[in-house]
């Protein structure tokens, strides 16, 4: 089987928490099974996790509903957290002055391979 029928994705875009915090909980699930990934995320207090799982979980019905893919022999492939566009806001400051807030937002790709 060639990668592009093994492989299944599933995408996220313009998630309003910033990149960083989003990939530090990527890290703990990068190159885990699906199901256990599914336990880590459940279980860490990190507001990602939340979002991740459920990127990963549209990613394991994706390969279930589509390919017919059994959900335990699924493997994280990759998972990329991408930085998205910056909401730009002002805050005011004494004597006049503004000082610029960027709100962040990121997108989030999973992909799963069958193994």
């Given amino acids: 089987m060639s990668k592009a029928q093994t492989e299944v994705k599933a995408s996220s875009y313009y ?7 989003l990939r530090i909980v990527a890290d703990l699930i ?7 990934a599914v ?5 860490i207090p990190q507001g990602g996790a939340r979002i991740i799982l459920k990127v990963l979980n549209s990613a394991v019905a994706n ?6 893919y059994d959900s335990g022999s699924l493997k994280l492939e990759t998972i990329i ?26 997108h989030v790709h999973v992909s799963l391979k069958k193994i």
């Fill in 15 to 21: 998630n309003r928490i910033s990149p960083y915090k």
């Fill in 81 to 106: 957290i991408n930085e998205g566009p910056k909401l730009k806001r002002i805050k005011p400051r004494s004597r006049g002055r503004a000082f610029q807030i960027l709100k962040r937002t990121s």
């Fill in 63 to 68: 390969a279930v509903h589509n390919n017919k």
């Fill in 39 to 43: 336990d880590i995320l459940k279980n």
């Fill in 30 to 36: 990068r190159g885990k099974m699906a199901g256990q």
